[in-house]
């Protein structure tokens, strides 16, 4: 019974280390934050590539993220230092989303790429996001370029720049809307895909 309860003992030790380390890497970790400021309270910020939220609360365990849906996501402050993080509210925050859209092979390429340029340069929350020297370079306000010349499809790309990361994602959602809309008046073809399906017939 004696080594048993050393062997309890010592697995309780073992469990009480590692819960102390992780609490010690989590307040160094929240006072690097602190003292670097890769974000602060109202950032949104991306992390893995993938989630993205704003910064509610930071402490010196973790940090509390409130995403679109306004869930709270609680990150320990060692996990989110170690991770690959995007802040949209560093430095300017200007943005630019490409908006990519693929047309038939038999589709009048210019013309789409005419009609991409025209909404983006007439929705309100478009902004001139040419540098000066771009300007005096004669570089047109709004970009648009065939990408890819893809299996079923001529594949399109426009840029376009909002003043900030949520503008931006309106803007996107708008011109998605609007462009397919001008496509379909101009009957400009957006393939999908086709699947042909074969019966066999047993005798």
Known sequence: MGHSLLAGAGVLSLIAGLASQQA????????????????????????????????EDINLRQVVIRDFENNRIIVPNSVISSDLLVNAHIGEEKNCRMIDIGIGYSSNV?????????????????????????????????????????????????????????????MMCDLLQSIKKRFDTEYIEIPFPQRTITYSKND
């Open 24 to 55: 010690l890497s989590n307040i160094m970790s929240g006072i690097l934050i602190v003292i670097f400021k890769p974000f602060r309270i109202n950032d949104k910020i991306t992390i893995r590539g993938s989630f993205t939220g704003t910064v």
């Open 110 to 170: 210019e013309r789409a790429l005419e009609i991409m340029k025209e909404e983006v340069a007439n929705h309100p929350l478009h902004i001139d996001g040419r540098s000066t020297e771009d300007i005096d370079n004669n570089v047109p306000l709004v970009t648009a370029r065939v990408t890819a010349l893809g299996d079923s499809s001529v594949n399109l790309r426009v840029w376009a720049w909002a003043k900030d990361s949520s503008d931006g994602y309106v």
